[in-house]
């Protein structure tokens, strides 16, 4: 019986390759222990419920060990991008009339303040979100040029 349990494990280590995850690799450790505890019992039940219950015991017991590790970072992509980017304000921001523009990175963006101020042309905005085709800003310094 250990020659399946080795062949188990072989298709496991073959599966995991194929595969983005890390899960399958733990199976394959259960189905190597499984192969062990078959040199000491003839038990189809015994065997298979140390693949079962050491597989599930590696996958947990390991799990916050890798996550210690392995730092998934978000990368921004499209328009999400811009968010908490800086931008300068190409034509006055009134939120209250809706209309106004920013450049940011080289793009003309339609932006609406997040709250009821009006930013003048040339002051520097900060992008909170992006609602639509429209980008939600706060000002951040406000330029003096047309500020009377």
Same mark, same amino acid.
């Given at each position: 019986?250990w ?5 188990v494990?072989g ?7 194929f595969?983005?995850?890390?899960l399958?690799f ?5 189905a190597l222990i499984?192969?062990? &505890?078959?040199? =000491?019992?003839t038990n189809?039940? $015994?065997?298979t419920?140390?693949f079962v *219950?050491?597989?599930t015991l590696? /996958?947990f017991?390991?799990k916050?060990? &890798?996550?210690k =590790?392995?730092?998934?970072?978000? $990368?921004?992509?499209?328009v999400?991008? *811009?968010i908490?980017?800086i931008? /300068?304000v190409t034509?006055e921001?009134?939120?209250?009339h ?7 990175d080289g ?5 609406t303040s997040?709250?009821?101020t009006i930013i003048p ?15 939600i800003v ?7 040029e047309?500020?009377?």
């Amino acid at each position: 019986m250990w020659q399946i349990w080795l062949i188990v494990a072989g298709v496991c280590i073959i599966a995991e390759y194929f595969t983005v995850g890390f899960l399958i690799f733990w199976f394959a450790i259960g189905a190597l222990i499984a192969m062990l &505890v078959s040199f =000491f019992t003839t038990n189809i039940n $015994i065997q298979t419920s140390v693949f079962v *219950i050491s597989s599930t015991l590696l /996958i947990f017991a390991t799990k916050p060990f &890798v996550k210690k =590790f392995y730092k998934e970072e978000t $990368i921004k992509t499209n328009v999400f991008s *811009i968010i908490g980017k800086i931008g /300068i304000v190409t034509e006055e921001i009134n939120s209250i009339h809706s209309k106004g523009q920013i450049k940011v990175d080289g793009e003309v963006w339609s932006a609406t303040s997040n709250t009821e101020t009006i930013i003048p042309k040339g002051s520097e905005v900060e992008i909170l979100e992006v609602k639509g085709v429209k980008v939600i800003v706060s000002p951040i310094k406000i330029s003096s040029e047309n500020v009377k």
